[in-house]
């Protein structure tokens, strides 16, 4: 059999896996705290024809070896976590963070999300929450009557309620970091959950410590880069081709050499 007719389909499938990911990054170009995808690839085993350093005669050893490898495989999908572009919202709500951490979110499932997106809300109970009404952790809930809001870059977040005319602190939203933000599991709506790669989240205030600040009236969008992405679905695009030629020419040798019977 010929090995390369294999081969050639490991090639094709990881290839599809490759623009799989680039098309889930284009069509999140526009979402709100995005983090874009990259798949990683390793070459699968070696077929060891011949061992290198074998002796060749009583005083010689070969130098080199023959060793066919056997096609590719997907070894890891990860995210990439670098600063989104900041887009001004003037939404007195949404705040965008600027550097390292993640908001927390209470999920209906008692688990603890982690978002960048900052499109904050307020639900009929004046908790903030996100788009999906999932409140964020600290909770923080607005008085009725609050008005001029705002949100410091350290997170504090003041109102000026009722007829007050001086501005009264609410509470103050904290940022969650991890050892390896890699590890985190995407699990749609903009939120990410722990896992043991991930490791614990470290709580702590905006500005300190390594956390980024917050940036009221803005959004951080997405990372992805479009002509980046083209350029990998172009790249992808004729890998796929080429694998889907071997495989062609594999079948063209083996008709050759059944002509010749």
């Avoid at 081969?7 to 069509?27: E, F, K, R, Y």
């Avoid at 900052?118 to 999932?134: E, H, M, P, V």
């Avoid at 009725?144 to 103050?172: C, L």
């Amino acid at each position: 059999m010929i090995r390369s007719l294999w081969t050639g389909t490991t090639g094709m499938h990881s290839q599809q896996l490759n623009i799989d990911v680039i098309s889930n990054n284009l069509a999140n170009v526009s979402t709100n705290g995005f983090k874009k995808s990259r798949a990683d690839f390793q070459d699968l085993l070696y077929q060891t024809m011949k061992v290198p350093g074998s002796q060749s005669s009583a005083d010689t050893e070969s130098p080199t070896g023959i060793l066919v490898g056997l096609g590719v495989r997907p070894a890891a999908v990860s995210k990439v976590f670098s600063q989104g572009d900041l887009i001004q919202t003037l939404n007195e709500l949404d705040v965008a963070i600027e550097g390292e951490g993640f908001i927390q979110v209470s999920m209906p499932n008692g688990n603890t999300g982690y978002t960048r997106c900052g499109a904050l809300k307020r639900d009929s109970n004046g908790r903030l929450t996100t788009s999906d009404g999932y409140p964020i952790l600290p909770a923080i809930t607005l008085p009725d009557g609050s008005r001029q809001i705002t949100i410091s870059d350290s997170g504090i977040v003041s109102a000026i309620i009722g007829a007050d005319t001086v501005s009264t602190e609410i509470g103050t939203i904290e940022l969650a970091s991890f050892t390896n933000n890699s590890g985190l599991s995407a699990i749609g709506k903009n939120l990410f959950a722990e896992t043991a790669a991930s490791g614990t989240p470290q709580t702590g205030v905006p500005g300190s410590d390594g956390y980024g600040t917050l940036l009221q009236t803005y959004l951080e969008g997405s990372n992805v880069n479009i002509v980046e992405e083209l350029a990998s679905m172009i790249t992808t695009q004729r890998a796929y081709e080429i694998n889907s030629k071997t495989i062609q020419t594999s079948d063209e040798m083996m008709q050759t050499t059944n002509n010749l019977i």
